[in-house]
C-alpha cells in the first residue's frame, strides 16, 4: 500500500474513481439483498393472503412494544451513524468513532431485546412453529404456525445481517482509531453507511407485516 | 497499491511467472490466475457429473435398468444436474474465459473488486466441497429441481447438504455478476464507449444482470426448503396453509433466467469467434447487443412455461406462452446475424470455428424445440418426456458445451502462452458433433413416442433408441477426454503463440501472450469500433 493520504488499487485511475465504484458495487450488492428479502415477503404475503385468519391470530401473539422499541433504536442507529458520516467529511476523526460507537451499542441493544428478550418470551409463549402444545389452537392453529415460521425465519435473518453489519461498524471504528480516514478518502464508511442503512430498511418493512397488520 | 515492477515478455515476466509457489495462487487477487483456479474446478466437476451421465445412460442401455435400483438411478440424474447446472454449466464460461478476459478487452488492470473475485472461488470451492460430501453420503433423489414435498418431507437423501452447497455456489454466481457489472459500468479503457465493446462483453453485461438479480431468489428459496426439512413445518406445506406450487414459482423464476445465464455467455463466444473466422465486420452490431439485453429482459417473465401442467389457470398459461415465444425472437436475430457475418467472409475453418459452427446448428435446433414446448398444446403431451431433456440439451450440451470448448480453443494461446495442436482440436470438435448428435437426437423421437423422463426402466419397444442414445455417450465422453490430453500436452509442447495468432481484433490480442500481471503496462486507448479489420499490430508490453 501506497503511504500517500489518499491510497487507490492499481486498476483504478484515482481516489475518486475507485470511491465511485465501490459505492456502485454496493448498490448493486443491496439490489441483490432486495430480491433475497422480496422473495421471503412475496412468499409471506402470498400465505397470509390464503390463511388470514391464522396470521392474524399469529400477529396478535406478539410482542408490540418490543418491536415498536426496537424500530426506535435502530432508526437512531443510522442517525448516529449518518451523523459519523459528516463528521468525517469535515475531519473529525473523534466524532465519527464516538458516532460509530453508539450505532454499535444500539445495534446490540436491538439484538439483545429481540434475541434475548423477545426470542425467550416467544419459547415460553409456546409459540415456535413446529411443537406439539403451540399456544393458538382451532381453525386458526395452521395458519398462524405459518405465520411463526416466516416470524422466526425473517427476524433470524435479519438479525444475521445486523451482527454483519455491527461487524462492519467495529472495523471502521478499528480503522479510524488507525487514523485512515480524511475528509478526501472515507469510501469505507459511506460504504458501510449504506449497508447499514439498508438493514434498517428491511427492519422497517419488517415490523409492519410482524406487529401491526392484522392486529387490530 | 504502489508502482509494481514488471517484466513483460513472451513467458517470462508473464502472469504465470510472476510468483511460483502454492501460495502465490491461492491468495491471488490476478483475474487471469483466479479463472485459471476456476477452469481447474470445474473441469473437476464436469468429470464428476459426466461420470453420473454415463452411469444414467449405462442403466438404460436395457429396458429394465442395468443397475436394477430406481432409487440409485434417481440418485444418479440428480447428481448428474445438481453439479452440471450449478457447479459447471452456471459458472464455465463467465468465470474463466469471462474472468480472464473482460479486462483484457476493456483495457483495464484487473476487474473492479480483485478480492471479491477471489471470494467467489472459495465461495465456489466450499459449496462444491458441501454438494460433493452429501454425494458421497449417498446424495439426494429429488432430481436438480428439489420440488417440494418430495424435497422437504418424503427424500431420503441428503438435502440440505446439498442445497446447502448450492446456496453458497449462488453467492459465488452473485459476487462474480457483480464484479462484471461495476467492472464494465466503470473500468472502460478511454474511448471504449459502450458501442465499441465486443458483443462479448455486453452477453456477459446482460447474464451479470441475471445472476445478480435472480440468484438470491434462488437462495431465499432453497432456504425455506432446508429449513422446512429440519422443521418439518414451513410454506410449501399445504398442512398449515402453504403452497408447493410457490415453491415451484419461486424456483423457477430463478431458473428459467438461469437457463439464460448458461446460455449467454456462449452467444458471446460465438459472437467473437465468427467475425474472427470470418475475417470480417460482425453483422448487425446493434441488434445483437441489444438481442443480449431484452433475452435478459424478458427471461424474467416466462417461468411459469415450466408449469403449464402443475396447475395454472388457462389465461396465465396463455401469457406465458406468448412471452416465451417473445424471448425466442432475439434469440433468432443472432442466429441470422452470425449467418450474417459469415455470407461472403473469407471463412476460416480452425477448430474454435468447428465448434461455433457446431453450436449454432445444435442451438438452433434446441431453440426450436423450445417452441413446440413453450406451445400450449403441445407441452401437455412433451412435458415429462425425453423430448424436454433432448430439448434441453441441445442447448445446454450442443449449445453451451461447444461453446465453452470453442472459447477455450479461441484463447487458449492467450491464456498459456501456447498454440494447442489443430489438428487434433479439429478430430476432437468433429467427434463431438458426432456423438452429440447421436446421443441426443434419438431422445426427441423416445419423447415424441411418449417414453417419460427420469425412469430407471422403459417399455421394451424403446430399446433400439436408448442403445443408439447409450453409444453416443459413449462416443461423446471419449471426445471430451480428447481436448483434457492435448490442451495439457501442449502447455509443455505446445508452439509458443504469437500475442494476434488468429489476426483478431480485440483488445485482448494487443498485448502479449500470456499477458504481463498488469495486461496493460500503458492504458490502450480505443479509436474505433471492435470488430474493424485489419487489427492493428500487437504492442510489445516490454518496459
Redesign the interface.
Known sequence: MSESAAPHDFQYADTQHQAQTAIAGMWLFLATEVLFFGGLILAWIYCRHWNQAGFDAGARATELWIGTLNTFILVTSSFAYATGLAFIRVGSTRGLIRCCLVTAALGLTFLGLKFGLEWHDDFANHVFPNISDFKIKGPEQGGARLFFVFYFISTGLHGLHLVGGIGLVTWIILRARRGEFTPQYHTPVHVVGLYWSFVDIVWLTLYPLIYLIGRG | ??T?VVKAGEIEGSYLTDGTTIRSWLLTTDHKRIALLYLGSITFFFFIGGIAAALVRLNLVVPEGLLNSAETYNRLFTMHGVIMVWFFLVPAVPVTLGNFVI?LMLG???????R?NLASWYLFIAGGALALWALFLGGSDTGWTFYTPLSTSYSQGHVVLMVAGIFLSGFSS?ATG??F??SI???RAPGLTWYRMPVFLWSLYSLSVLM??????L???L??VA?ERI?????F?P?????PL?FQH?FW?YSHPAVYIMILPGFGVISEIVPTFSRKRIFGYKFIVWASVSIAVISFFVWGHHMFVSGMSLYAGVVFSILSYMVAVPSAIKVFNWLGTMHKGFIHFDAPMLYALGFIGLFTIGGVTGLWLAALGADVDLTQTYFVVAHFHYVMVGGMVSAFFGGLHYWWPKITGRMYPEMWARVAAMIMFMGFNLTFFPQFILGYLGMPRRYSSYPPEFQVLNVLSSAGATILASAYLLPLGYLVWSLFRGARAPANPWHATGLEWQTSSPPPT?NFVHTPVVTQGPYEYPPPEPVQQHV
Do not use: C, E, K, Y
Not at chain 2, 398442512?239 to 403452497?243: E, P, R, T
Open positions: 497499491m504502489s509494481t479486462p483495464a488492470r484487473d476487474l473492479a473488486f480483485p471479491l452473485i457483480l464484479n457489472m461495476v459500468h466503470r473500468l445478480v438479480l435472480a440468484t438470491p431468489v437462495a431465499i428459496t432456504l425455506l429449513l422443521f418439518q413445518i414451513g410454506a406445506d398442512a398449515v396453509g402453504g403452497d410457490l419461486m423464476f498488469v
